[in-house]
């Protein structure tokens, strides 16, 4: 079933009796050329390559909740290529590229919205920070304005540009950066999965990887045994206890990070706006709601929520930021899982068992990276070789030391990220 | 969340710095090799569930403390002195 405009009227005039479910919802097969343990974005996305880049077909995506129930369905939905290092720059580069042609290859709208993002700063020292990052993502062939404060305030006059401890001193634009309808771009991915004929199945626990001999075999689930030749993982902040069941411990410990969103108000926040104090970010959602969050708690949690220090940081950087929106009334808050890696940055790797793939340390920046993510994952699952732009999103830099990648420059361990 | 402070009693968890898993405690001799050094420097088991932690009463006393913890529930069922663990361990 293709979405157009012309099936959309003729829908809207015969009853809307036409339309079907968006995907097949499978029972698992004995046996699989591929499978995929996580159906998340990027396990949808994973699958999806497989099928439209590799002609592999023959694939699984097992997923133990539903469909996109994980950190793709409850995130801040902010796409942006913006990365310093290389190793992600061009990664995020090639990501941001194909999301701006997503909608048209998936048939589905996504409501890739590049409403511009802008970092602020509010000292020389960030100035120049920024004004270094801005050249390194033209560099890459992305795009980056630094603005001064008169061209902040065009963009956002509603800040408090003159705040005693913060002022604005300017802030770097990525016209390209945006945001995207988070729970579409699952849906829109399982789509085109399941319509090249790829099994999605929910309700479907890994509880055991199968190994003979240094070569993966198979799983074992809640829905019987299932056997493969090929196995990626792909679960985000479950990676340690997916990755345990192969015998591997992981350079990951899973964080908690909070974010919040207001009532629907009136389009007042038409970018992505992050506040250089330190973590604060926002952008306002196509219904009206306002969409922001900070750092972590700072502590190792599998309880996707958070405790209220943070809140109450979160909040507080908001009204210093931008007094006006004091007066809107948060409805939700909710954390995520994240796979936090000691640098900062993701895995997309081998392991040394045959046959055995994983995808995982995205850290809180996962959700910009799906497309990406699951196009370099794809192609090293089908291939045996590292695609290009994932190239450096090594599983062993950690032990050699080699090609650590820490944007924020605060060392590689895992409490500093 | 609050930690009880062996030296402080029960304090807020903004007074807290968090180092990560107590595995920190077992430093690896200087010729143990990279696999030994790997494994203490950033591999996890990253458990669901009960975990034992490194965490300093920052804006206390100073002491480290390990700190037992579930993190699924949050739910803290002890605090010791990092000091007494390590006199333990030898």
Redesign the interface.
Known sequence: MRFSGWRVLREGLTGNKGWAPHWRDAEPKAEYDAIIIGGGGHGLSTAYYLAKEHGLTNIAVLEKGYLGGGNVGRNTTIVRANYFLQGNSEFYSHSLKLWEGLEEDLNYNVMHSQRGLINLFHSDGQRDAFARRGNSMINQGDDAVLLDREGVRKYLPYLDFDNVRFPIYGGLLHPRGGTARHDAVAWGYARGASDRGVDLIQKCEVTGIDIENGQVRGVQTTRGAIRAKKVGIVVAG????VA?MAGM??????HILQAFVTEGLKPCIDHVVSFGMGHFYISQSDKGGLVFGGDLD??????SRG?L?MAEHVMEAGMTLMPMIGKAKVLRSWGGIMDMT?DGSPIIDKTDTKGLFIDCGWCYGGFKAVPGSGFSFAHLMATGNHHGPAAKFRLDR???GTGLMDEEGTG????LH | MRLDCPMCGSRDRREFYYQGDAVMLARPAVDAGEAAWDSYLHLRDNPAGQTRELWQHEAGCGAWLVVTRDTVTHAVSAVELASDVKRAMA
């Not at chain 1, 479950?238 to 206890?241: A, E, L, T, V």
């Not at chain 1, 700072?298 to 309880?303: E, L, P, R, T, V």
């Not at chain 1, 590689?412 to 409490?415: D, F, Y």
Request: proline share 11%; no cysteine.
């Open positions: 479950r990676s340690g206890q345990a411990r992981l350079p990951i410990e899973s700072f502590y190792a949690s599998y309880a405790n220090p000691p950690f032990r050699t590689a361990q895992h409490n």
